[in-house]
């Protein structure tokens, strides 16, 4: 019998002596970043909606910075029972579905409204199902914001990036992504990017600007590029076998809490991709580059071709309904 029993159909069907209550399920929420993120503050949010609203039936326990797992071992902890809950970048599902690479093509779109107004389209709503028969269940998508390159000489044309080694997430379009500029792309674990940019093991990467600001990258990259070339959004994701065995009346609280905290972590993205670009440039560690149209013109028909050799994986109907939400 998998762990995932012992740790909540077990729990939440377990008489106590009296044979009065049940025992409390344990939600086991694991990320990767840093509290003062929007996941971050997402997840701590859950945490103490549940607390007020569900306290003695279930507790949410929050696991940042990568303490329990890492991305890349997080989907088979939540099939295992190990955790219940997880907010992976939508770049890092490829072992269970293609769909998702959508997500990941570059300049698809031209905003987060656009990120958002897809997601909230019967084929965005659709994705979050797309993994059911593997056993994961999305529970909703959670915004980031759009990615910036930074690297370790100013970027700002595609012919700038040739030959430099960028960390990407464990995604092959990003890879095809970075090798369509002549780009060298290496995947690497969110927790060791600080290291590898300290340490010159690589010349560049691409993330948010709370990414950035939060894990320092800035501080240790003399320059970024104000691309915004791609989203980084998140898909809360739980077994179905967990999910599927909850009582009715938990699940819908778990849902109405989980909804608020999303509306509050959307909302700290936003702010937060203002912010933290701001306090970058404040710190003068590094020189933040704003790009020309002309410049950005040049990367977006360098990368462009990447569409078409992930239409099939990906379909070509979802690639224009999420085109389509610009
Ligand atoms: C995250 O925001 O969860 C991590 C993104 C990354 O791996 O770059």
Known sequence: MKKLLSAVALSAVMLTSTGLSAKEIIIKF?????????KGQMANKFRDLVAERLAGKVKVEVFPNAQLFGDNKVLEAILLGDVQLAAPSLSKFKKYTKKLQVFDLPFLFNNMDAVEKFQNSPAGKGLLRS??????????????????????????????????????????????QFQAVGALPLKKPFSEVFTLLQTKAIDGQENTWSN??????????????????????????????FWNGLPADIRAELEKALNEAV?????????????????????????????TPEEIAKWRAAMKPVWTK?????????????????
Do not use: C
Request: charged share 20%; no cysteine.
């Open 263 to 291: 509306a509050l972590g959307n909302k700290v993205a936003i702010e937060k991709s203002v912010k933290d670009r701001q306090k970058i440039i404040d710190s003068g560690r590094s020189t933040v580059l704003t790009l």
């Open 30 to 38: 694991s990320h990767v970043v840093a509290e003062n993120t929007p």
């Open 131 to 176: 993994m059911e028969s593997k056993g994961l269940i999305g529970l909703g998508y959670l915004h980031n914001g759009l990615k910036q390159m930074s690297a370790s000489k100013p970027l700002r044309v595609p012919a700038d990036a040739n030959g430099l080694k960028f960390r990407i997430m464990s995604s092959d379009v990003l890879a095809a």
């Open 310 to 326: 992930f239409e099939d994986q990906i379909g070509k109907d979802l690639i224009a309904a999420a085109a389509a939400s610009n």
């Open 212 to 241: 950035i600001y939060s894990k320092k990258f800035f501080e240790v990259q003399p320059y970024i590029s104000e691309t915004n070339h791609g989203a980084l959004d998140y898909l809360i994701i739980t077994s179905a076998e």
